[in-house]
């Protein structure tokens, strides 16, 4: 077997370093996000609910498609926090619904509407 040249030996080198460099930064994130999030205070506050949307990905091929859903919550000081909420309490939470949200960092806990 004869050697490779330098340019294959190289891009090899550079596309592995790309493929390891994104896995570790990926991983990083994730941990800095739940560790950020664990040491974050429970936080309650009256909110209202302003929007809603879902997002679809994947689902091409064999592979089924994936949806995240995400609410936007306005605050009496008219501030926004957006959160990615669960399947099963996306369903039952409606634009214009107001009650106590309770979040941690960026992490959606509970809704709890007032009538």
């Known amino acids: 077997m ?12 550079v596309i592995f370093t790309l493929v390891f460099g994104t896995f570790a930064y990926v991983i990083i994130k994730g ?20 929007d809603k949307r879902s997002e679809v990905w994947g689902g091409s091929g064999d592979s089924s498609a994936n949806t995240s859903h995400f609410i936007t919550f306005e605050f009496e000081d008219h501030t926004r926090k957006e959160l990615q909420v669960r399947s099963d309490q996306y369903g039952l939470i409606t634009v214009g619904d107001q009650g106590e ?3 941690q960092g960026t992490r959606f806990k509970e809704f709890i509407r007032q009538y």
């Not at 004869?2 to 080198?13: A, C, D, H, R, V």
């Not at 950020?36 to 309650?44: H, K, L, M, Q, V």
């Open 2 to 13: 004869s050697e490779l040249p330098l340019i294959f030996i190289l891009f090899g080198g």
């Open 101 to 103: 949200l309770i979040y």
């Open 31 to 50: 941990l800095s996000s739940y560790f950020s999030n664990n040491a974050a205070e429970i936080t309650r506050q009256r909110s209202t609910i302003v």
